[in-house]
């Protein structure tokens, strides 16, 4: 059983940064996803086990960027140029591998809100 720590949200402007991270008991997949107030949780960005691969959400490509810090098992996500339309509560999740279809294990989120 993967646990999974996110902390670093909290209040910012518009066109602010953010930076998450998420500390995990072990080496995994890891990705963030986040759902705002009345929506489906949706996929931000994902980093490989290696981290050699990332894959971002077209909303976020170009503002956010995925890494990782494999000797402390912790996932980072860098958020630039932060919009309103951002704010949601973003969930830390890791899956077995990077070809398992599906993230087994989840954080219990950090809430971002962006002021306009």
């Known amino acids: 059983q993967v646990q999974l720590v996110e902390s670093g949200g909290g209040l910012v402007q518009a066109g602010g940064s953010l930076r998450l991270s998420c500390a995990a008991s072990?080496?995994?997949?890891m990705g963030w996803f986040r759902q705002a107030p009345g929506k489906e949780r949706e996929f931000v960005a994902s980093i490989s086990w290696s981290g050699g691969k990332t894959y971002y959400a077209d909303s976020v490509k170009g503002r956010f960027a995925i890494s990782r810090d494999n000797a402390k098992n912790t996932a980072y996500l860098q958020m630039n140029s932060l919009k309103p339309e951002d704010t949601a509560v973003y969930y830390c999740a890791a899956r077995d591998s990077d070809y398992s279809p599906q993230y087994n294990y989840w954080g219990r989120g950090t809430q971002v809100t962006v002021s306009s």
């Open positions: 072990e080496r995994t997949a």
